[in-house]
């Protein structure tokens, strides 16, 4: 019996730090210093996972994953 996942928000904001002065990203980054995030969304993908800023993920939480 495979493990319950864990929902996206709840992963993501387990891995902020949150300061009087600001949030700090408390997990992977790239080479350039910048959070980075895995991120699935199994409506559109099912299965498949990709590296995304994690500013971006805090965009797409609170604001809703927009396309141009």
């Given at each position: ?25 408390a ?42």
């Amino acid at each position: 019996m495979a493990e319950p996942r864990i929902p996206l928000a709840d992963r993501f904001w387990s891995k902020v730090i949150k300061t009087d002065s600001c949030w700090l990203w408390a997990a992977g980054i790239n080479n350039n210093g910048y959070g980075r995030f895995q991120y699935y969304n199994r409506r559109q993908r099912p299965g498949l996972g990709r590296d995304l800023y994690a500013h971006r993920v805090a965009w797409i939480l609170t604001h809703g994953e927009t396309r141009r």
